[in-house]
């Protein structure tokens, strides 16, 4: 440590020229600074990698793998209509990615950080809230998108799944697709509460996960669970999204499926809503720099 | 001097957690420019005193002014004002130093070069290398530069050469010595006595939530805590043991008596250390007898 800092150059006591602060350290600039090095990060954490980013994929492998060999789903008696196992599955992946990127990432990733002196580090810094949000929901939407256009491109070339050509069907895709995972972006930041430590976080988050992902239409088909347990799910954004991604990439026929009938996009985006309006308040009332007096 | 207010102003501070009193009472000020030491025993109440003047902790009693605000209310452009080194740091660490001090030298207003702290603190062979990959002593020197990056008028440092090895160690007070020229406002928690000697200008000695001396470290413990002591032992193989203004009299006095040199003839003249415990254990002796004396009232 050898001793050359260069003088302050200004006197101490001078005051700081009004609007010096916005002009380069608006909370907007800040937050972007954050989320390129939140993206670093996440792609530097094998566990996030592994666990968040390509776990959709490996599923998607799988189920493909697995049933494939018991032919088409939703075959009509003379044999028309019905797609392949990695076609009716591909939906489901894109909500599961959705959650994990969202809600799964956050909540752990947050807890950690809380745990290990992240955060208060970061609370004694001039960096507001507001921007390290926009870091988390900036890093989520990048890796969000990022790992949806590579499960489409794996759908399409890998496992030769025909995609959806009408462009209504890319615009109701886009719009699921963001409002499902800025709510599951939230959800998370209000969740990374619940653990009581860092270590924990994994133990409590991914059961989580795990079950509403087995409820809502991810892993199983949504159609042939119980009524009860569709019920259940309902209550929960997990199956609106996969209803909303299956409106997309699901043959209409399949519709008659869905517990009503029809794939009832209203419904996705007002329960999605809902959610998100949850995981804003929940967000806003749980998260602090550090438990102050715990 | 006399007309610039403090940078810190403490005034009968108290922080109590259910029943437990952390702090105490607790009333300071710190000079702009100062380097202030709060010492202590663990758990003796200086963290949570410092947590409060950081702004981490809300008081339960009492005035805090930090660069004059109430840190408890105080927003981002305060916290641009100020530099933090934690107690203790585990974060993760994926970012290399570099990327680290880059990224926070962009959330203040006024940062220094980085390429600066990299050599203050001693790292710039490390700038390329992932943070959980240092040594704890290097990890903490990240925590140092992170501390200081930001230019900061008031520096906070928890035990900061925790895991230094003595070079690190006098490569750092070198450094504080740097940012003390520039005029930077220094608190200072430390269990290294030579520490605090080397820095500080003045110090607290915390003990049981409450602040039982303060003054330079020369005034520290009162005159009475400085007279030195000659230890010999006598004929009768029995260590003797006494506190002389003028121990070179003494000496020459036992050399007469006993028509020599004395046994294992010591003059001490004690040191921070020595009087920072005596004032230590004479504060726990004393609330010992006080509940001794109550229990036998009762």
């Known amino acids: ?294 | 001097m006399t007309t610039s207010p403090p940078a810190v102003r403490v005034a009968r501070l108290s922080k109590s957690y259910g029943p437990f009193d952390a702090v105490n009472d607790i009333s300071f000020d710190i000079s702009p420019g100062e380097t202030f030491a709060l010492l202590g025993p663990n758990g003796a109440g200086k963290s949570s005193t410092i947590e409060i003047l950081e702004g981490y902790r809300d008081r339960s009693e009492g005035d805090v002014l930090v660069l004059g605000e109430d840190p408890q209310h105080a927003g981002l452009d305060w916290k641009a004002r100020i530099g933090i080194v934690l107690q203790s740091s585990g974060e993760s660490g994926n970012a290399t130093v570099l990327e680290q001090l880059r990224h926070f030298a962009s959330l203040y207003p006024n940062p220094r070069p980085v390429d600066e702290v990299l050599a203050a603190v001693g790292l710039e062979e490390k700038a390329k290398t992932r943070i959980h990959r240092l040594s704890g002593g290097q990890q903490r020197r990240v925590d140092v530069a992170l501390g200081i990056i930001g230019r900061p008028e008031l520096l906070f440092l928890d035990e900061p050469t925790t895991g230094f090895d003595p070079e690190a160690r006098h490569q750092f007070w070198d450094l504080i010595r740097t940012l003390k020229t520039e005029g930077t406002t220094i608190l200072l928690t430390t269990h290294n006595l030579d520490e605090a000697a080397e820095l500080s200008d003045r110090a607290g000695i915390i003990v049981g939530g409450k602040l039982i001396d303060i003054g330079t470290i020369g005034e520290l413990g009162g005159p009475a805590a400085r007279i030195p002591m000659v230890r010999w032992r006598d004929v009768d193989g029995v260590q003797r043991e006494t506190r002389t203004e003028t121990p070179a009299g003494l000496v020459a006095q036992l050399v007469r008596d006993l028509g020599g040199e004395p046994a294992e003839l010591q003059v001490i003249r004690p040191s921070l250390e020595d009087i920072y415990l005596g004032l230590v254990r004479g504060h726990a002796a004393g609330s010992t007898s006080d509940t001794a004396s109550t229990e036998v009232l009762a």
């Not at chain 1, 050898?2 to 937050?31: I, V």
């Open chain 1, 1 to 294: 440590m050898s001793a050359t800092l260069t003088p302050q150059p200004a006197p101490q006591s001078m005051p700081q020229p009004a609007g010096h602060r916005t002009a380069r350290h608006g909370l907007f600039s800040l937050g972007l600074t954050r989320i390129g090095f939140e993206i670093k990060l996440y792609f530097r954490s094998t566990d996030t990698v592994f666990f968040t980013f390509l776990f959709p994929f490996i599923m998607l492998g799988i189920f493909t793998a697995a049933f494939s060999a018991q032919g088409n789903i939703g075959t009509n008696p003379d044999g028309s209509g019905g797609i392949s196992v990695g076609a009716y599955y591909l939906p489901g992946m894109l909500a599961a990615g959705m959650l994990l990127s969202g809600l799964q990432n956050l909540a752990i990733d947050i807890a950690g950080e809380k745990g290990d002196g992240t955060l208060k580090r970061l609370g004694g810094t001039p960096l507001s809230p507001l921007s390290y949000f926009i870091g988390k929901i900036g890093q989520v939407l990048v890796t969000g998108i990022l790992q949806a256009v590579l499960l489409l491109i794996v759908a399409r070339f890998a496992f030769d799944i025909a995609l959806p050509t009408e462009p209504e069907k890319w615009l109701t895709f886009v719009w699921v697709f963001l409002l499902g995972v800025i709510t599951c972006a939230f959800l998370g930041i209000a969740l990374s509460a619940l653990p009581r430590s860092g270590r924990s976080a994994s133990a409590v988050v991914i059961p989580i996960v795990l079950v509403l992902q087995f409820i809502s239409g991810v892993y199983l088909q949504f159609n042939a669970l119980p009524e009860w347990m569709q019920n259940v799910a309902s209550l929960f954004p997990l199956k609106w999204m996969a209803q909303g991604m299956r409106a997309v990439f699901l043959p209409d026929n399949f519709a008659a499926q869905e517990q009503n009938g029809a794939w009832e996009l209203g419904l996705v985006a007002i329960a999605l809503l809902i959610w998100l309006v949850v995981g804003l308040v929940g967000s806003r009332l749980t998260f602090r720099w550090i438990r102050k007096d715990a």
